[in-house]
């Protein structure tokens, strides 16, 4: 049984920093290509980043673009998200994906095969 848990969410101020975690089990975690989607309250879920299966090739949706980094520890079969610079608009529920086809950077939310139960950022101005 494949399980993604996301871990690190909660409550930060406007210009602060949260990293999230994710930690997969019951899948060859390196053959995955793996993502961060969010959902804010009464909007769709969107891409947020998104990393190939070596983590050599990382792309990020543009609204954040140099402050967010997406990394990923094989051998902890752990993707994470290091969120910098917060915003108010961040706040939204963060859901780790992953895609089994490896090679790509970027999920499309039709094409991901595993989601985890989601995290919570909340994000105060």
Do not use: H
């Not at 920093?17 to 019951?26: F, V």
């Not at 390196?30 to 190939?52: C, H, L, P, T």
């Not at 706040?91 to 989601?115: I, K, N, Q």
């Amino acid at each position: 049984q494949v399980q993604l848990v996301e871990s690190g969410g909660g409550l930060v101020q406007a210009g602060g920093s949260l990293r999230l975690s994710c930690a997969g089990s019951g899948l060859t975690f390196s053959r995955y290509a793996m993502g961060w989607f969010r959902q804010a309250s009464g909007k769709e879920r969107e891409f947020v980043a998104g990393i190939n299966w070596s983590g050599g090739r990382t792309t990020y949706a543009d609204f954040v673009k140099g402050r967010f980094t997406i990394s990923r520890d094989n051998a902890k079969n752990t993707v994470y998200l290091q969120m910098n610079s917060l915003k108010p608009e961040d706040t939204a529920v963060y859901y780790c994906a992953a895609d089994d086809d490896g090679s790509r950077w970027y999920l499309r939310a039709s094409g991901v095969d595993y989601w985890g139960k989601g995290t919570l950022v909340t994000v105060s101005s």
